[in-house]
């Protein structure tokens, strides 16, 4: 069955730092792929999203780029900032009933502390 | 616009007793879903509903684990009885099929321990 492969954290960087969390997925026909993150205490957020191939998802300095030949969706930032402190979650879309893109398969999510 | 509600935050009971979290979705959301969140793991759908039927629950333990969505606006998740290995935090999300934004919106969770 379909299945999400993250890298394992916990992570710690210094602020500033550059940030690559590794995701790898397998999947039949062409899922869409997203990132969530968890900060402490609240519930999971999109923190962004690509559809189909080539498609590069951004939000808040966070990048991620949707490779159909290396089945592989890696969340990049150039320069963590304290506040991006959070558990980070690599998701791909498991059904797709109308439109709806919320029926999900997980990653085992990674942990990121930035220190300052 | 409000978020999905949730409730309880934080619960706490014996195995073998029953439990059920409610859920209140994002007003016009017609696609609900109840995932677990075990320690360390990330979320496993549970249910899936769209307005008030059924479309997913493959990985719901149909032996314990009970889900209804009546008048299709809010739900109920029931666990009865409840076995150690509930133990997680159970998460709501809704989302629509519709206009720009169709991902799923999460609430804040219930949080499940079974002693």
């Known amino acids: 069955g379909d299945s999400v492969t993250q890298m394992e954290g916990p992570v710690t960087l210094s602020e500033e730092a550059f940030l690559t969390i590794n995701c790898t997925y397998t999947?039949?026909?062409?899922?869409?792929l997203f990132w969530y993150v968890q900060y402490p205490g609240e519930g999971l957020q999109l923190l962004l999203k690509a559809t189909k191939a080539d498609d590069k998802g951004s939000n808040k300095g966070f990048e991620a780029t949707y490779r159909k030949e290396t089945t592989s969706f890696h969340l990049e930032k150039g320069s963590v900032q304290v506040s991006d402190s959070a558990v980070y979650f690599c998701?791909?879309?498991?059904?797709?009933?109308?439109?709806?893109?919320?029926?999900?398969?997980f990653g085992k999510g990674t942990k990121l502390s930035v220190k300052p | 616009e409000a978020g999905v509600a949730q409730s309880p935050r934080y619960k706490i009971i014996e195995k073998r007793q029953s439990v059920a979290f409610w859920c209140n979705p994002i007003?016009?959301?017609?696609?609900l879903y109840w995932y677990q969140q075990i320690l360390g793991q990330g979320p496993k759908l549970l249910i899936q509903?769209?307005?008030?039927?059924?479309?997913?629950d493959s990985q719901l333990p149909k032996d314990r684990f009970s889900a209804e969505r009546l008048k299709g606006v809010d739900s109920t998740l029931k666990i009865q009885p409840a076995k150690l290995e509930d133990s997680a935090v159970y998460l709501c999300?809704?989302?629509?099929?519709?206009?720009?934004?169709?991902?799923?919106?999460f609430g804040q969770g219930t949080r499940l321990t079974v002693v």
């Open positions: 999300a809704s989302s629509s099929p519709r206009g720009a934004r169709t991902e799923a919106f």
């Open positions: 998701a791909l879309s498991g059904g797709n009933y109308g439109g709806s893109q919320g029926n999900l398969i």
């Open positions: 007003s016009g959301h017609a696609t």
């Open positions: 509903f769209q307005n008030n039927g059924v479309v997913d």
């Open positions: 999947a039949t026909g062409y899922p869409s």
